[in-house]
Protein backbone atom coordinates (compact mmCIF):
# COMPACT_ATOMS: atom_id res chain seq x y z
CA UNK A 1 0.00 0.00 0.00
CA UNK A 2 1.63 3.31 -1.26
CA UNK A 3 0.22 6.61 -0.30
CA UNK A 4 1.07 9.98 -2.70
CA UNK A 5 0.33 13.26 -2.26
CA UNK A 6 -1.04 15.50 -5.72
CA UNK A 7 -1.98 18.42 -4.23
CA UNK A 8 -2.92 19.36 -0.33
CA UNK A 9 -4.18 22.48 0.94
CA UNK A 10 -6.60 24.70 0.22
CA UNK A 11 -6.26 25.34 -3.55
CA UNK A 12 -6.82 21.83 -3.80
CA UNK A 13 -6.47 18.54 -2.77
CA UNK A 14 -5.69 14.85 -4.46
CA UNK A 15 -4.36 11.92 -3.18
CA UNK A 16 -3.42 8.73 -5.07
CA UNK A 17 -3.82 5.02 -2.28
CA UNK A 18 -1.86 2.20 -4.95
CA UNK A 19 -0.91 -1.80 -4.57
CA UNK A 20 -0.99 -5.09 -6.23
CA UNK A 21 -4.44 -4.72 -8.10
CA UNK A 22 -5.66 -1.23 -7.06
CA UNK A 23 -5.21 2.52 -8.27
CA UNK A 24 -7.39 4.86 -6.38
CA UNK A 25 -7.83 8.50 -5.94
CA UNK A 26 -9.03 10.02 -2.76
CA UNK A 27 -10.55 13.55 -3.12
CA UNK A 28 -9.93 15.47 -6.92
CA UNK A 29 -10.24 19.02 -5.87
CA UNK A 30 -7.93 19.91 -9.02
CA UNK A 31 -9.33 20.96 -12.69
CA UNK A 32 -9.95 17.54 -14.63
CA UNK A 33 -7.19 18.77 -17.50
CA UNK A 34 -4.29 19.32 -14.68
CA UNK A 35 -5.61 15.85 -12.70
CA UNK A 36 -5.48 13.71 -15.95
CA UNK A 37 -1.61 14.69 -16.22
CA UNK A 38 -0.57 13.85 -12.41
CA UNK A 39 -1.85 10.25 -12.20
CA UNK A 40 -0.75 7.44 -14.03
CA UNK A 41 -4.19 6.11 -15.02
CA UNK A 42 -7.46 6.31 -14.62
CA UNK A 43 -8.20 5.30 -10.93
CA UNK A 44 -10.30 2.54 -9.95
CA UNK A 45 -12.32 4.63 -7.80
CA UNK A 46 -12.38 7.69 -6.49
CA UNK A 47 -13.31 8.64 -2.50
CA UNK A 48 -14.30 11.98 -1.76
CA UNK A 49 -14.68 13.41 1.72
CA UNK A 50 -17.29 16.31 1.23
CA UNK A 51 -18.38 18.94 -1.13
CA UNK A 52 -16.19 22.06 -1.51
CA UNK A 53 -14.49 22.95 -4.50
CA UNK A 54 -10.61 21.95 -3.38
CA UNK A 55 -12.29 18.55 -3.00
CA UNK A 56 -14.26 18.05 -5.44
CA UNK A 57 -13.65 20.09 -8.37
CA UNK A 58 -13.01 17.01 -10.93
CA UNK A 59 -16.09 14.98 -9.40
CA UNK A 60 -18.57 15.33 -12.53
CA UNK A 61 -15.43 14.83 -15.11
CA UNK A 62 -14.44 11.78 -13.45
CA UNK A 63 -18.22 10.29 -12.80
CA UNK A 64 -18.88 11.10 -16.70
CA UNK A 65 -15.34 9.31 -17.94
CA UNK A 66 -16.69 6.10 -16.09
CA UNK A 67 -14.87 6.34 -12.65
CA UNK A 68 -17.01 4.77 -9.75
CA UNK A 69 -17.68 8.19 -7.14
CA UNK A 70 -17.31 6.72 -3.26
CA UNK A 71 -18.90 9.29 -1.11
CA UNK A 72 -21.94 10.29 0.98
CA UNK A 73 -25.51 11.43 0.03
CA UNK A 74 -25.25 14.56 0.94
CA UNK A 75 -21.61 14.93 -0.55
CA UNK A 76 -23.27 13.53 -3.93
CA UNK A 77 -26.06 16.15 -4.08
CA UNK A 78 -24.07 18.95 -3.12
CA UNK A 79 -21.48 17.96 -5.78
CA UNK A 80 -24.79 17.63 -8.33
CA UNK A 81 -23.90 13.60 -8.70
CA UNK A 82 -26.84 12.35 -7.13
CA UNK A 83 -28.61 9.61 -8.81
CA UNK A 84 -25.45 8.86 -11.02
CA UNK A 85 -25.03 5.93 -12.08
CA UNK A 86 -21.41 5.85 -11.28
CA UNK A 87 -21.80 7.03 -7.63
CA UNK A 88 -21.36 5.07 -4.84
CA UNK A 89 -23.35 5.83 -1.66
CA UNK A 90 -21.43 5.46 1.92
CA UNK A 91 -22.54 5.18 5.06
CA UNK A 92 -21.16 5.86 8.53
CA UNK A 93 -19.87 2.53 10.15
CA UNK A 94 -20.80 0.76 6.95
CA UNK A 95 -17.95 -0.96 4.80
CA UNK A 96 -18.29 -1.62 0.89
CA UNK A 97 -15.60 -2.86 -1.38
CA UNK A 98 -14.41 -1.46 -4.87
CA UNK A 99 -15.12 -4.42 -7.16
CA UNK A 100 -11.92 -6.07 -8.47
CA UNK A 101 -10.01 -4.45 -5.88
CA UNK A 102 -8.76 -6.18 -2.54
CA UNK A 103 -9.76 -2.71 -0.78
CA UNK A 104 -12.56 -2.52 1.56
CA UNK A 105 -13.81 1.07 2.36
CA UNK A 106 -15.66 2.23 5.91
CA UNK A 107 -16.50 5.49 5.90
CA UNK A 108 -17.31 7.57 9.31
CA UNK A 109 -18.74 11.15 10.19
CA UNK A 110 -16.01 14.37 11.15
CA UNK A 111 -17.06 17.91 12.03
CA UNK A 112 -17.06 20.19 9.31
CA UNK A 113 -19.13 22.50 7.78
CA UNK A 114 -20.49 20.36 4.62
CA UNK A 115 -23.46 18.74 4.32
CA UNK A 116 -22.42 15.44 5.23
CA UNK A 117 -18.22 15.37 5.33
CA UNK A 118 -16.69 11.46 5.79
CA UNK A 119 -13.16 10.10 6.99
CA UNK A 120 -12.19 6.78 5.63
CA UNK A 121 -10.68 3.69 6.33
CA UNK A 122 -9.42 1.76 3.64
CA UNK A 123 -8.36 -1.67 3.81
CA UNK A 124 -6.07 -3.54 1.57
CA UNK A 125 -7.17 -7.46 2.55
CA UNK A 126 -4.31 -9.07 0.72
CA UNK A 127 -1.54 -6.76 1.93
CA UNK A 128 -3.11 -6.68 5.23
CA UNK A 129 -2.49 -2.87 5.57
CA UNK A 130 -4.92 -0.07 6.37
CA UNK A 131 -4.92 3.37 5.84
CA UNK A 132 -7.07 6.04 8.11
CA UNK A 133 -7.60 9.30 5.91
CA UNK A 134 -9.39 11.95 8.05
CA UNK A 135 -9.11 15.67 6.37
CA UNK A 136 -11.51 19.19 7.44
CA UNK A 137 -12.47 18.00 10.23
CA UNK A 138 -12.17 19.76 14.16
CA UNK A 139 -11.30 16.25 15.97
CA UNK A 140 -9.87 13.11 15.33
CA UNK A 141 -13.33 11.31 15.76
CA UNK A 142 -12.30 7.50 15.50
CA UNK A 143 -9.93 5.08 16.68
CA UNK A 144 -8.12 3.14 14.55
CA UNK A 145 -4.28 1.30 14.51
CA UNK A 146 -3.40 1.73 10.65
CA UNK A 147 0.07 1.59 9.43
CA UNK A 148 -0.45 4.56 6.93
CA UNK A 149 -2.29 7.74 8.33
CA UNK A 150 -3.27 10.87 6.50
CA UNK A 151 -4.37 13.43 8.38
CA UNK A 152 -4.66 17.44 8.01
CA UNK A 153 -3.53 19.64 10.35
CA UNK A 154 -4.70 22.91 8.85
CA UNK A 155 -3.23 25.38 11.56
CA UNK A 156 -1.38 26.00 14.90
CA UNK A 157 -2.17 28.56 17.48
CA UNK A 158 1.07 30.03 17.57
CA UNK A 159 0.79 30.76 13.72
CA UNK A 160 -2.79 32.11 13.64
CA UNK A 161 -2.08 34.55 17.04
CA UNK A 162 1.22 35.95 14.66
CA UNK A 163 -1.49 36.08 11.60
CA UNK A 164 -3.91 38.50 13.71
CA UNK A 165 -1.32 40.80 15.06
CA UNK A 166 0.07 41.15 11.58
CA UNK A 167 -3.34 41.46 10.13
CA UNK A 168 -3.16 38.80 7.53
CA UNK A 169 -6.17 36.81 9.44
CA UNK A 170 -9.25 37.92 11.07
CA UNK A 171 -9.59 37.15 14.77
CA UNK A 172 -13.17 35.87 13.87
CA UNK A 173 -11.42 33.46 11.83
CA UNK A 174 -9.83 31.94 14.71
CA UNK A 175 -13.30 30.08 15.80
CA UNK A 176 -14.16 28.45 12.67
CA UNK A 177 -11.00 27.23 12.42
CA UNK A 178 -11.21 25.67 15.70
CA UNK A 179 -14.50 24.05 14.69
CA UNK A 180 -13.84 22.93 11.09
CA UNK A 181 -10.39 22.28 10.79
CA UNK A 182 -7.71 20.26 12.94
CA UNK A 183 -5.07 22.39 14.76
CA UNK A 184 -1.88 21.48 16.06
CA UNK A 185 -3.19 21.41 19.48
CA UNK A 186 -6.04 19.08 19.07
CA UNK A 187 -4.12 16.49 17.05
CA UNK A 188 -1.25 16.60 19.81
CA UNK A 189 -4.23 15.36 22.24
CA UNK A 190 -5.98 13.03 19.63
CA UNK A 191 -3.11 11.27 18.81
CA UNK A 192 -2.11 9.25 20.91
CA UNK A 193 -5.28 8.50 22.53
CA UNK A 194 -7.25 7.39 19.13
CA UNK A 195 -4.32 5.66 17.26
CA UNK A 196 -2.42 2.92 18.00
CA UNK A 197 1.06 4.54 17.96
CA UNK A 198 2.74 0.74 17.92
CA UNK A 199 1.05 -0.24 14.72
CA UNK A 200 1.48 3.25 12.90
CA UNK A 201 4.66 2.89 9.93
CA UNK A 202 3.92 6.06 7.65
CA UNK A 203 2.19 10.03 8.83
CA UNK A 204 1.32 12.03 5.93
CA UNK A 205 -0.59 15.81 7.38
CA UNK A 206 -1.89 16.95 4.45
CA UNK A 207 -4.31 20.36 4.01
CA UNK A 208 -1.30 22.86 6.24
CA UNK A 209 -2.65 26.28 5.73
CA UNK A 210 -0.07 28.59 4.15
CA UNK A 211 -1.09 31.10 6.38
CA UNK A 212 -2.26 30.01 9.91
CA UNK A 213 0.07 26.79 9.96
CA UNK A 214 4.16 26.37 10.36
CA UNK A 215 5.11 23.19 8.85
CA UNK A 216 8.45 23.08 10.81
CA UNK A 217 6.61 23.64 14.35
CA UNK A 218 3.90 21.05 13.25
CA UNK A 219 6.76 18.47 12.50
CA UNK A 220 8.80 19.39 15.71
CA UNK A 221 5.60 18.69 18.10
CA UNK A 222 4.69 15.66 15.92
CA UNK A 223 8.26 14.25 16.73
CA UNK A 224 7.52 14.87 20.30
CA UNK A 225 5.47 11.95 20.38
CA UNK A 226 5.98 9.85 17.61
CA UNK A 227 8.86 6.94 17.52
CA UNK A 228 11.64 7.76 15.61
CA UNK A 229 11.08 5.18 13.16
CA UNK A 230 7.62 6.24 11.92
CA UNK A 231 7.80 7.99 8.27
CA UNK A 232 6.57 11.58 8.97
CA UNK A 233 6.16 13.97 5.74
CA UNK A 234 4.27 17.27 6.06
CA UNK A 235 2.46 19.09 3.45
Not at 88 to 111: A, K, L, M, R
Amino acid sequence: MKFQVLASGSKGNAYVLSGKGYYILIECGIPLNTLLKKIARLPDAVLVTHEHKDHSKAVKGLASMGVPIYCSYGTAFEAGIYGHHNWEHVQHGISCTIPDTPIYVVGFNVQHDATEPLGFLVTDTEAYKDLLFVTDSANLVVKASPQIAAIECNWDIETVLESVDSGITHRAALKRLSQTHMGLEVLLRELPEHLWLDALEELYIIHTSSRNANKERIKQGLRGILASQIKLEVF
